[in-house]
């Protein structure tokens, strides 16, 4: 039996709007899960729906297999770190983590030790006297993290926690997320916009859109094998390239290109004068022309040189499409440009329902 089960969750408020349309998962104990989408798609208030600061509309969220639909933030044994810190100014960095099992009555020796190991395996040993002014935006996301691990409940929630710090915190935070994670063992459900977060944190992923799951799979199954235009566009960066064109003669045509399908699709027959969308990863091309691949000329617009690789912005009539190359291999902008996609890295998506084709 699973530890959480959400079973059909939907969330609609008074004025009709329909936030989150029948969300299924199950959720194993231990697992570090994170729903990830771009704002507006549900994922925070379907967090909340857990939490229990949100009523869930229809459906059934299950604890250890007992509904849990009527009972209130406390009794889900649930602790939550949000967006801000919401740290007390007045109190030091020993009473904000200490905070909630002092109004608990606990005595104070269970506290002094808890307390002080949280704050070893955080890194915050040196600031218990400091006030939460004192200390830089990692840190007090710690201690917002420590007064939430301190309880021993059996759930986390964390709501884009890292969304104020800048790009070195967050990646040091999200390494020392992980080490948290691997240390407690606690069952960790994680919300972000940034499905780099999503990717590096997750034993799986919940994609969501518009309300709607569009898939859940592992970091792997999202980025290799996406169920449509959707989660294979969301899911890597720079994102998935998509080129749309109709079929003839088994043959994708778009702009002055023309793809033979037959190679990917044995039975690209039935999809005959319908439009698909042929989709491949920037790092997944070959420069120049190369067997058992796609060939593909085009003009180059823009180039970003990052370090080890070079990205590589492309324009084909209408078509736009970036590439991933080496450094030492940038080409010049402006003038054309020859690259190759092997069969197998090819990714085809119907035109109409955006759902992935599988061979």
């Known amino acids: 039996m699973a530890y959480l089960t959400l079973k059909n969750?939907?969330?609609?408020?008074?004025?009709?709007?329909?936030?989150?349309?029948?969300f299924n998962l199950e959720i194993e104990k231990g697992e570090f899960v994170v729903f990830v989408g771009p704002s507006g798609c549900g994922k925070s208030t379907t967090l909340r729906m857990i939490a229990g600061l949100e009523d869930i509309s229809n459906?059934?969220?299950l604890i250890n297999g007992?509904?849990?639909?009527?009972?209130?933030p406390r009794e889900r044994e649930i602790a939550m770190v949000f967006q801000s810190y919401a740290l007390y100014p007045q109190m030091t960095v020993y009473d904000n983590i200490a905070f909630g099992l002092t109004l608990q009555g606990v005595d104070e020796d269970i506290i002094e030790e808890r307390v002080k190991n949280i704050a070893r395996i955080l890194g915050l040993t040196d600031y218990l006297d400091r006030l939460p002014r004192?200390?830089?935006g990692g840190q007090r996301q710690r201690v917002a993290i420590g007064r939430?691990?301190?309880?021993?409940?059996?759930v986390f929630?964390?709501?884009e926690p890292l969304s104020n710090l800048d790009a070195k915190q967050r990646v040091t935070m999200r390494y020392e997320i992980a080490q948290i994670h691997q240390e407690t063992g606690a069952t960790t459900i994680y919300v972000t916009h940034d499905q780099t977060e999503a990717m590096t944190l997750a034993d799986r992923i919940v994609v969501?859109?518009?309300?709607?799951?569009?898939?859940?799979?592992?970091?792997?199954?999202?980025y290799f094998e996406p169920e449509n235009v959707f989660v294979a566009g969301f899911i890597g960066e720079p994102p998935m390239n998509f080129l749309k064109g109709k079929v003839k003669d088994g043959a994708l045509y778009f702009g002055n290109n023309k793809l033979d399908l037959s190679k990917k699709l044995p039975g690209i027959k039935k999809y005959e004068g319908k439009d698909l969308v042929f989709g491949f990863r920037p790092e997944h091309i070959k420069l120049g022309s190369h067997e058992d691949a796609y060939e593909i000329t085009c003009d180059v617009e823009l180039t970003e040189m990052l370090g080890d690789n070079t990205n590589v912005y492309v324009v084909g009539n209408e078509d736009h499409a970036i590439l991933k190359v080496d450094s030492h291999d940038t080409p010049e902008t402006d003038k054309p440009i020859t690259f190759?996609?092997?069969y197998e890295k090819v990714y085809l998506f119907d035109g109409e329902t955006e759902k992935v084709i599988k061979e």
């Open 9 to 22: 969750i939907n969330k609609i408020y008074p004025n009709g709007f329909h936030a989150v349309h029948n």
């Open 59 to 61: 459906g059934e969220f």
């Open 66 to 72: 007992k509904r849990a639909n009527e009972l209130g």
């Open 134 to 136: 004192a200390l830089s």
């Open 148 to 154: 939430a691990i301190i309880r021993k409940v059996g």
């Open 157 to 159: 929630l964390m709501d």
């Open 208 to 222: 969501m859109k518009s309300g709607y799951v569009q898939q859940v799979g592992t970091p792997y199954q999202l």
């Open 340 to 342: 190759s996609i092997p």
